[in-house]
């Protein structure tokens, strides 16, 4: 079966909605969720449902006129929830992508299925270190987001993860307030990944709190990478040049039906080399579990 790739017209500044779709239509067990409507009995009324706009989109893609209208209609469900996307401005391809999982997730009361596909969990250890007092806590993520080292040339998305994964000291401006001292202390974190489902997005941290961008190349690997033992293989790119203050996002994709790459650019798709998936401008990985 011969599969055209398909863009999504940008329906104003909405390349971050379009390389975020791309990345998420791609993930193998959504895409056939939503495509055989599979969420159809926990949806009540199908205008403002998340996941019946998905449908909708995936269902019209091929037919230019009608996208545009399913396109703005999805985000408008996703601004009605989430004010920020409500408008017509520049946004994080990663933030929207995160609220449209929390969104579908939220509609589904977390079934089973959408639970295998997304549910991660970090751990936090914090360790006060005048009364030794350890305190664990449990988080779902959809997203691990991680730090990329500034200053340097190079970097791998495993030195990435041993960063994240490494202890960190709370001090000075950043003390933890310790419930059995009863005040500020000094302290160690230490994050670690507690369970890993189907799917393990991530996102490099690219934008700091200075408003600049890190452009630093972080290589990573398009199969056999290994996380909490599980194997996964990359699935999809969103990519992000020029700055904080005015860019552009696209997304590279690997094809449903084969081995093939596709690159889109809001309605530009078009075949890649695996060679050209790996580049600074890597925003945001998609990885599924083999
Ligand atoms: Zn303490």
Not at 12 to 26: F, G, I, K, R, V
Not at 60 to 79: A, D, M, P
Not at 240 to 257: E, I, N, P, V
Not at 269 to 280: G, L
Request: some cysteine; proline content about 2%.
């Amino acid at each position: 079966m011969h599969i055209i790739p398909c863009g999504f017209p940008n329906i104003s500044n909405s390349c971050y909605m379009n390389s975020a779709l791309q990345c998420l239509l791609s993930i193998n067990p959504l895409y056939t969720y939503i495509k055989n409507k599979q969420f159809k009995k926990y949806v009540s009324n199908k205008r403002t449902s998340v996941n019946y706009a998905l449908y909708k989109v995936l269902k019209n893609k091929h037919k230019y006129t009608k996208i545009i209208f399913y396109l703005q209609h999805l985000k408008f469900i996703i601004g009605e929830n989430n004010k920020i996307f409500s408008n017509n401005n520049q946004q994080d391809s990663q933030e929207f992508l995160n609220v449209l999982l929390c969104d579908i997730m939220n509609e589904l009361k977390y079934k089973p299925i959408i639970k295998n596909i997304f549910n991660n969990i970090q751990t936090t250890i914090v360790k006060c270190d005048e009364c030794n007092t350890t305190v664990e806590k449990y988080d779902d993520f959809n997203i691990l987001s991680l730090a990329i080292p500034e200053n340097v040339h190079s970097t791998t998305l495993n030195e990435c993860i041993n960063m994240y994964l490494c202890l960190t000291k709370l001090d000075g401006n950043n003390m933890y307030e310790c419930e059995v001292c009863n005040k500020k202390t000094s302290a160690t974190l230490k994050y670690d990944i507690h369970k890993i489902s189907n799917v393990l997005i991530i996102h490099l941290k690219r934008f700091n709190q200075n408003l600049s961008k890190n452009n630093t190349l972080c290589t990573f690997p398009i199969n056999n990478f290994v996380v909490c033992d599980k194997q996964f293989e990359l699935t999809g790119v969103i990519y992000h040049r020029g700055s904080l203050f005015g860019g552009h996002y696209t997304a590279s994709c690997k094809g449903m039906f084969n081995n093939n790459w596709y690159n889109y650019d809001d309605n530009v798709a078009c075949q890649i080399d695996t060679n050209n998936i790996v580049n600074s401008q890597a925003y945001v990985l998609v990885y599924q579990c083999l």
